[in-house]
């Protein structure tokens, strides 16, 4: 048979288009990572995640440019003569994966937009972005913009964009050397000349890296020698305790351990994460600045920059380590500090939030440096940067949940409902769907797919807390499965093999500032629930900046077995509604005892110092709701307990 040019060339082209795109490996001199980060576009998000991107979608992020002065038409980055820093890369980075996730054909063509700009205009000395912007650091968030562009389209352009723009700033480095938040922020470049390095082999790109970490700043010697041990005092505050900058810091050391190969680098990579642990985690799951290093009192808050950062470091992390850990840490940001700045409808976000957040008002309170609107729920509360900048939370992270295994497998990373379409085994195609209402529920069931019978491993995450974790294969108990680490099944897949994990979420308490409790469910934490009284403190149509007052009592010690929690809670599931960040829409809640403390109050509008705990109180034993951090806009998650 004889088949017509045109019809055959159209075959071939819905061939090419249903083919996955390829995974690309590291190149030498790099050695191997653990995991490869699939093209964008290989995960979709499906169940309450795509709900989630679709809440997202409908909300700031996929009208943000049509009202907001420093996104709209006059952006330097579509060739305007307004905002020509960074918060156009900023918006892309969220609206290009936002997009192509959820195959919205208006967000697509919106994100279109802005990328051709950079692509068509490129100068002849090969700088591109805004002729006004004299800044390396914008341009850095640009180029993460065109590889994530580049895998989820396949644009040719791309990449000679890329390899001039690259050769152009490698003559002009010495001239024109890192300056100001570039010399803090040359990592997440690094990241793009090792993407560029993966594809081209072109070794310039390594004297390239060389430069960029010779003029950047040393944050591997900042915290093999740390100095920062509590709040930042002032006189103290400086670029290097900036948190947004320590959150983009963290996958420093692993990615310089790519060009190093200094197999100390490696190890700092997570030492770096300990030392920030120790000195500034909050029990959310994210280290406390607001806007720089600000310890471990539960009224401290975390600008939300922090978080999507410290998650895009994570996932890098991750790929690169192979710490299973890691994943359990990237769920936990997440599930938590990701929804519990935003509003449910994701119209509005916080630029600090607190753990301990009893009180959302324009008022002064003890932030190491921010200003009195930072934890309003608004369009752009202290500062517009989080407004052009949270975009890339929820997409990267469902574009993380699966990645590839260095043995031409699949690996699941994180765990929400998503389906993965991906090239294994040497040249097999094979879909995973993976359904589950987790993390708000305990099992998920993967049915793998593949076009043909085919060998090849899956890795499963088993989160550290998984301590009676069960992974079962057709049915059939798979023997051997350890929290903490990755399990891995391999063997022919056959069409329709079926894998079941579940996760038995046993309540856990942990231990915070001033020996306070929190209550951690899988990779959830549980935060009191606190009647909210919305109110309108300015409009800002179609956004608006919003208070939040309690309509009940916060001031609670809880009355727990510390050593056996479990006997001192109730779990009461919930549906998973169309809204499960809101306090209304909790799919889960804990039923726990407790008692107020009457001379825990407010101070300077927060939450008050903590009490040291055990704690005593008269008052009547009352019962108390606990629901999810992210559902709990108003909230208590590290409580005193008392004494018994
Ligand atoms: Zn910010």
Redesign the pocket.
């Given at each position: 048979m004889r088949i017509p040019g045109a019809l055959l060339t159209l075959m071939l082209c819905s061939m090419a288009l249903a083919a996955p795109a390829p995974v690309v490996r590291n190149r030498a001199p790099f050695p191997p990572n653990a995991f490869y980060m699939l093209p964008l576009g290989a995960v979709k998000p499906e169940g309450w995640l795509k709900r989630q991107l679709q809440i997202q979608a409908a909300g700031l992020s996929g009208h943000i440019d049509e009202f907001w002065p420093s996104l709209t038409p006059d952006s330097g980055w579509l060739g305007g003569t307004g905002e020509s820093w960074e918060r156009g890369p900023y918006y892309m980075d969220g609206l290009v994966p936002l997009a192509f996730l959820l195959d919205d054909a208006r967000l697509k063509a919106k994100a279109g937009k802005w990328v051709r700009w950079t692509l068509e205009n490129q100068r002849a000395d090969g700088a591109i972005g805004p002729e006004k912007n004299k800044d390396w650091w914008p341009i850095m968030v640009m180029l993460k913009v065109l590889t994530e562009y580049q895998e989820a389209t396949g644009d040719a352009r791309v990449v000679p964009l890329m390899e001039k723009y690259f050769a152009h700033q490698l003559a002009s480095l010495e001239k024109q050397p890192l300056d100001k938040w570039a010399i803090y922020r040359w990592p997440d470049e690094a990241l793009s000349v090792a993407w560029l390095y993966n594809r081209t082999g072109d070794r310039r790109l390594l004297d390239l890296a060389r430069l960029l970490s010779k003029q950047g700043y040393n944050w591997r010697a900042q915290f093999e020698d740390f100095q920062f041990r509590g709040k930042a005092q002032k006189g103290e505050t400086a670029l290097k305790t900036h948190v947004?900058n320590n959150a983009m810091a963290l996958k420093t050391s692993a990615i310089w351990w790519l060009f190093s190969r200094d197999a100390a680098d490696r190890r700092a990579a997570l030492g770096q994460l300990e030392v920030m642990d120790r000195f500034h985690l909050l029990p959310n799951g994210v280290h406390a600045g607001d806007e720089h290093y600000a310890g471990r009192s539960p009224s401290q808050g975390t600008?939300?920059?922090a978080v999507v950062e410290g998650m895009f470091s994570v996932e890098h992390m991750i790929a690169i380590l192979g710490d299973a850990a890691l994943g359990d840490r990237l769920e936990k940001m997440a599930f938590n500090p990701l929804p519990g700045a935003c509003s449910g409808d994701m119209w509005s976000h916080q630029?600090d939030q607190q753990p301990n957040q009893v009180l959302c008002t324009l008022a002064k309170r003890d932030w190491t440096t921010n200003g009195d609107e930072s934890n309003l729920f608004g369009l752009e509360p202290n500062?517009g940067?989080?407004t052009a900048?949270f975009h890339q939370g929820w997409p990267k992270f469902a574009a993380s949940l699966w990645m590839a295994t260095a043995g031409d497998g699949l690996a699941a990373m994180a765990y929400a409902p998503s389906r993965v379409a991906a090239r294994v085994a040497g040249g097999v195609d094979v879909e995973l769907v993976e359904q589950t209402e987790y993390p708000f529920r305990d099992n998920i069931g993967i049915t793998v797919n593949p076009s043909a019978t085919a060998k090849f491993p899956i890795d499963l995450r088993v989160p550290g807390w998984a301590t009676e974790a069960r992974i079962a294969l057709n049915g059939k108990a798979v023997a051997g499965v350890r929290a903490g680490t990755f399990h891995r099944i391999e063997r022919r897949w056959m069409k329709g093999d079926r894998i079941e994990l579940v996760f038995p979420m046993k309540v856990r308490v942990s231990r915070w500032h001033q020996d306070s409790a929190a209550i951690d469910r899988g990779p959830l934490v549980y935060s009191l629930r606190i009647g909210e009284d919305w109110r309108k403190l300015r409009d800002k149509a179609p956004a608006a900046d919003w208070e939040i007052y309690p309509s009940t009592p916060w001031n609670y010690a809880l009355d727990i077995d510390m050593a056996n929690p479990e006997a001192s809670v109730e779990v009461v599931e919930k549906p998973v509604g169309d809204t499960p960040f809101s306090s209304q829409g909790a799919p889960v809640e804990l039923r726990v005892k407790g008692r107020r403390l009457e001379k825990w109050t407010l101070v300077n509008n927060s939450a008050g110092p903590l009490p040291p705990s055990p704690v005593a109180s008269p008052a009547p034993l009352e019962t108390l709701t606990l629901i999810p951090y992210g559902s709990a806009k108003l909230r208590v998650t590290a409580f005193p307990w008392l004494a018994r």
């Open positions: 947004v600008e939300l920059c630029y500062y940067c989080c900048n």
